[in-house]
T-cell receptor, first 108, second 114 residues
Framework: AQRVTQPEKLLSVFKGAPVELKCNYSYSGSPELFWYVQYSRQRLQLLLRHISRESIKGFTADLNKGETSFHLKKPFAQEEDSAMYYCALRDYGQNFVFGPGTRLSVLP | DAGVTQSPTHLIKTRGQQVTLRCSPKSGHDTVSWYQQALGQGPQFIFQYYEEEERQRGNFPDRFSGHQFPNYSSELNVNALLLGDSALYLC?????????????FGSGTRLTVV
């Protein structure tokens, strides 16, 4: 069965510190992995997709098929990065399986 | 472009009642998916509509049903409400042929069952 796990419910870091939000998945096949973000009082929005290999707002994520991971990283956290982050996998039916989310709090 | 719009934003219903939630997809999008997000959890897939038909369904009981109209808008109906149905219901739209770009989500309808 497809499953996405995010082991940390809450991650607190100081401004300027590196950030790594962990995501692991189980999926039989070639997965498509995504990161979605939800800022306070805003709707869920796409942050990045693994197939595009892009960097958005300084965040990057590399798909590691051996470790079945898709961790989200940023070298220097900013206060405006504080939000809820969801890792998601798209299944055969083109729908998303979301992880439980990690709340990132960037402290001044 | 207003993006995905959902109505109402908040709703309070009594156990056993029925509820209808509405979604208008982003302009140009033809596919609508519905998700349930319980407090403290990630969104869970309910079902997806394309060309006015339910194309895929998640692990939800038949009390959850839906509809898509010719203008691509959609409704989610829940019958015989249970306390456990209290959640944020999200609508997401996409274009079938470019789904790899991800979905656009609405702000959701907060349903409280008392």
């Amino acid at each position: 069965a497809q499953r996405v796990t995010q082991p940390e419910k809450l991650l607190s870091v100081f401004k300027g510190a590196p950030v790594e939000l962990k995501c692991n998945y189980s999926y039989s096949g070639s997965p498509e992995l995504f990161w979605y973000v939800q800022y306070s009082r805003q709707r869920l929005q796409l942050l990045l997709r693994h197939i595009s290999r892009e960097s958005i707002k300084g965040f990057t994520a590399d798909l590691n098929k051996g470790e079945t991971s898709f961790h989200l990283k940023k070298p220097f956290a900013q206060e405006e990065d504080s939000a809820m982050y969801y890792c998601a996998l798209r299944d055969y039916g083109q729908n998303f399986v979301f992880g439980p989310g990690t709340r990132l709090s960037v402290l001044p | 472009d207003a993006g995905v719009t959902q109505s109402p934003t908040h709703l309070i219903k009594t156990r056993g009642q029925q509820v209808t939630l509405r979604c208008s997809p982003k302009s140009g999008h033809d596919t609508v998916s519905w998700y349930q997000q319980a407090l403290g959890q990630g969104p869970q897939f309910i079902f997806q509509y394309y060309e006015e038909e339910e194309r895929q369904r998640g692990n939800f009981p038949d009390r959850f049903s839906g509809h898509q109209f010719p203008n691509y808008s959609s409704e989610l109906n829940v019958n015989a409400l249970l306390l456990g149905d209290s959640a944020l219901y999200l609508c997401a739209s996409s274009m079938a042929r470019t789904a790899s770009y991800g979905y656009t989500f609405g702000s959701g309808t907060r349903l409280t069952v008392v």
